[in-house]
């Protein structure tokens, strides 16, 4: 199973906003897709996350690095 980027999920979550955009889509498709497009929000918004951590744990060991 390949990980897929934060890249790659915002721009899926933009082909599903304009898939929402659609005027003849069906209300129960229109929820699943809704669904389906927060949650690629929320994976990508772990990402985002992760990647602060990566960067707050990057510059405490260069202060630590720094202080000697």
């Known amino acids: 199973m390949t990980k897929t980027t934060f890249e790659e999920k915002l721009a899926h979550s933009n082909a ?4 929402l955009r659609t005027p003849d889509m069906s209300l129960e498709e229109s929820v699943k897709i809704y669904e389906e ?32």
Request: no cysteine; net charge negative.
């Open 37 to 68: 497009g927060l949650s690629s929000i929320k994976e990508a918004q772990k990402l985002i996350e992760e990647a602060e951590i990566k960067i707050k744990t990057i510059e405490q060991n260069s202060q630590i690095v720094e202080d000697k």
């Open 16 to 19: 599903l906003l304009e898939r």
